[in-house]
């Protein structure tokens, strides 16, 4: 028993240790972006700011550098989640509910188009954006996010509608309520933990999605902040560490805004069935 209990305390040991590395790898990035964002002197070094000041911020707070990337930034995050969610909502429901001949088929579908890299299909879908005029446009970047990103959610979706029972429904059926009443006003009021899941891991994956934007955004006016951030790097000769800080902590900000304000539903860790179904 000693020498069990020395082994469980040398593994737990073990596993700290190499937590608090792991730990250590995201926080000190974190640290000295909070830092050198306030330090109009700052350098590669971590390191107090000699004076707190917002000049950096004061630089980076103009029209071309931030404030139209943010814009873009949030259209096309919070166009693209909200689409994925509509979408997500109107494919799973089928799934979920009826019995179709090939449901089995398209599941396994959705589950393989989830799994195709983007890059493999990104020449043939820029030749088709091309000739439908979709190019350099935030909505031609809005339509390619959301077919990308719906195959995974409608698979997490339908698992979302799976655990309601019908049996709510059907007891709003009877007492006069249409299926998309039912659904209105009992699937999806049960479903917001599940949908501010699917809205919350769209968002932050469109927020720091750099690849299809690059690909298919041609003029600057249209650039979201990842590609402005991968520019601010190369376009100024010597890099001034401060401002790529500060404009680093904005382009941040708004995913910790998004995940704090949607994290007490997703803390709630399952659907709110609650005493609705009686045994």
Same mark, same amino acid.
């Given at each position: 028993?000693?020498?069990?209990?020395?082994?469980?305390?040398?593994?737990?040991?073990?596993?700290?240790?190499?937590?608090? !590395?792991?730990?250590?790898? !995201?926080? @000190?990035?974190?640290?000295?972006?909070?830092?050198?964002?306030?330090?109009?002197?700052?350098?590669?070094?971590?390191?107090?700011?000699?004076?707190?000041?917002?000049?950096? !911020?004061?630089?980076?707070?103009?029209?071309?550098?931030?404030?139209?990337?943010?814009?873009?930034? @949030?259209?096309?995050?919070?166009?693209?989640?909200?689409?994925?969610?509509?979408?997500?909502?109107?494919?799973?429901?089928?799934?979920?509910?009826?019995?179709?001949?090939?449901?089995?088929?398209?599941?396994?579908?959705?589950?393989?188009?989830?799994?195709?890299?983007?890059?493999?299909?990104?020449?043939?879908?820029?030749?088709? =954006?091309?000739?439908?005029?979709?190019?350099?446009?935030?909505?031609?970047?809005?339509? =390619?996010?959301?077919?990308?990103? $719906?195959?995974?959610?409608?698979?997490?979706?339908?698992? =979302?509608?799976?655990?309601?029972?019908?049996?709510?429904?059907?007891?709003?059926?009877?007492?006069?309520?249409?299926?998309?009443?039912?659904?209105?006003?009992?699937?999806?009021?049960?479903?917001?933990?599940?949908?501010?899941?699917?809205?919350?891991?769209?968002?932050?994956?469109?927020?720091?999605?750099?690849?299809?934007?690059?690909?298919? $955004?041609?003029?600057?006016?249209?650039?979201?902040?990842? @590609?402005?951030?991968?520019? !601010?790097?190369?376009?100024?000769?010597?890099?001034?560490?401060?401002?790529?800080?500060?404009?680093?902590?904005?382009?941040?900000?708004?995913?910790?805004?998004?995940?704090?304000?949607?994290?007490?539903?997703?803390?709630?860790?399952?659907?709110?069935?609650?005493?609705?179904?009686?045994?």
């Amino acid at each position: 028993m000693a020498n069990l209990a020395k082994a469980k305390t040398r593994d737990r040991l073990a596993a700290d240790i190499a937590l608090t !590395f792991v730990a250590i790898a !995201f926080v @000190v990035p974190m640290v000295w972006m909070v830092l050198a964002a306030f330090d109009a002197e700052a350098t590669l070094a971590i390191q107090l700011p000699a004076r707190w000041s917002l000049t950096n !911020f004061g630089a980076i707070l103009t029209e071309d550098v931030a404030i139209r990337p943010f814009m873009n930034s @949030v259209i096309i995050s919070a166009g693209t989640s909200c689409l994925v969610v509509i979408l997500a909502l109107f494919a799973g429901y089928p799934l979920s509910r009826y019995r179709l001949r090939y449901g089995k088929q398209y599941i396994y579908t959705i589950v393989f188009a989830s799994a195709l890299p983007i890059t493999a299909i990104m020449v043939p879908i820029y030749v088709m =954006f091309v000739h439908i005029g979709l190019v350099d446009t935030l909505a031609g970047v809005i339509v =390619f996010r959301t077919a990308a990103e $719906l195959p995974f959610a409608v698979w997490l979706m339908k698992g =979302f509608m799976d655990a309601i029972p019908t049996d709510l429904e059907e007891a709003a059926w009877t007492e006069g309520a249409s299926r998309m009443e039912g659904v209105a006003y009992i699937v999806v009021p049960l479903l917001a933990p599940g949908i501010a899941t699917i809205f919350i891991l769209s968002f932050i994956e469109n927020w720091g999605n750099f690849f299809v934007p690059f690909i298919l $955004l041609q003029s600057r006016d249209n650039y979201p902040m990842a @590609v402005s951030l991968y520019s !601010f790097f190369g376009e100024y000769g010597e890099a001034m560490y401060g401002q790529l800080a500060a404009f680093a902590l904005l382009y941040t900000a708004p995913t910790l805004l998004v995940y704090f304000l949607i994290q007490k539903p997703l803390q709630k860790g399952g659907l709110r069935l609650g005493g609705a179904v009686k045994a």
